[in-house]
């Protein structure tokens, strides 16, 4: 039983493990934006509404903006749908911290790190799964090599015995 479940949960493990590696990526990402890209205040100019049907038909609300901003002296603006940079909540004329590529300065980026609480427990919840996953199912049974003894050095006569080399994993031999 025990080895049936060490393979039925190989998928579980892939699944928590390909999840802490998304988590590790996004945070990694805005912690990135946030240290080599430039900062801006951008003001959105304008602000609108949308609803958008899915395929499967779910609603999705968002905002339309426009933002201006400055780079290096040059006036800028970006129109796109809100969700695109970060930003969920504006009203016409809001001053919002931005960061920009400086290698592009029409990719921009809030690097608010939304959701930074979930991330990180995310990361504790799938690391540590995988963590004891591994531990428990694939490294705790696991014995140290045994010594080599000289061939000298054996004990024999009546009151030795052959020495037994623990069994698997609860004890069993």
């Known amino acids: 039983m025990f080895i049936l479940a060490r393979y039925l949960l190989v998928p579980l493990a892939l699944i928590a493990a390909i999840l802490f590696l998304m988590a590790l990526h996004i945070i990694g ?65 809001d001053r919002i911290e931005f960061y920009y590529d400086p290698a592009d300065p029409s990719n921009l980026d809030t690097a608010a790190m939304k959701g930074w609480s979930g991330g990180l427990l995310l990361l504790a919840v799938t690391g540590g799964f995988v963590a004891f996953y591994v531990w428990f199912f694939w490294l705790r049974g696991r014995n140290a090599p045994p010594a080599m003894m000289p061939p000298t050095a054996r004990v024999s006569g009546a009151g030795a015995r052959q020495s037994q080399r623990q069994g698997g994993t609860f004890g069993r031999r």
């Open 29 to 93: 990402t805005a912690l990135h934006h946030r240290a080599a890209w430039q900062r801006t205040v951008a003001t959105a100019t304008d602000v609108s509404p949308y609803s958008e049907m899915q395929a499967n038909g779910l609603k999705t609300d968002g905002i339309n903006v426009v933002l201006a901003y400055v780079v290096n002296d040059a006036p800028m603006t970006w129109s796109s749908k809100g969700k695109d940079v970060g930003l969920y909540k504006a009203a016409k004329g």
